[in-house]
């Protein structure tokens, strides 16, 4: 069951990337994000959230939230994320392939943030790990 609570967003991801066709190969990048944390003072999570065909409103514990993190649960369905930005921002609809990730993290809180987030199974109903945050 998803329940509100309170608590700190800290991000840690790396990246890495492997080129073997660069001159003197292998060519490897490795981007540390650091740690940004999100001073959360209350977030929604579902580890397990239906996106169904015709579409599933997130429900937000505040009206913008600054962190976001949805992944396609999927093996084979995709997900189309529809995501309306704060003032100033035009939505933006994508899909995630199978097992895809979408992540808007912004620990200051001074961009636009989301007001808005629907998810939508193209074919069937997707399921999405889904934590958002204010």
């Known amino acids: 069951m998803a329940n509100p609570s309170t608590m700190d967003v800290i991000f840690q991801a790396l990246a890495a ?8 190969a292998p060519f ?10 999100l001073a959360a003072g209350v977030i929604f ?6 996106a169904t065909t015709s579409g599933a409103t997130v429900p937000l514990p505040e009206p913008t ?19 309306t930005p704060g003032v100033g921002g035009s939505a933006t609809t994508t899909n995630l392939g199978p097992n895809g990730l979408w992540v808007l993290l912004d620990p200051p809180e001074v961009g636009f943030g989301v007001t808005s987030i629907v998810l939508t199974g193209n074919t069937a109903t997707v399921p999405a790990m889904v934590l958002v945050a204010f």
Do not use: E, K, M, R
């Not at 990337?17 to 003197?24: H, I, L, M, R, S």
């Not at 939230?65 to 995501?83: E, K, P, R």
């Open 17 to 24: 990337v492997t080129n073997n066709q660069a001159q003197g």
């Open 28 to 37: 490897i990048v490795n981007w540390d994000f650091g740690t940004p944390t």
């Open 45 to 50: 999570y579902d580890g397990y959230f239906q």
């Open 65 to 83: 939230v600054f962190a976001v993190f949805i992944q396609n649960l999927s093996a084979t369905l995709n997900l189309t994320l529809n995501i």
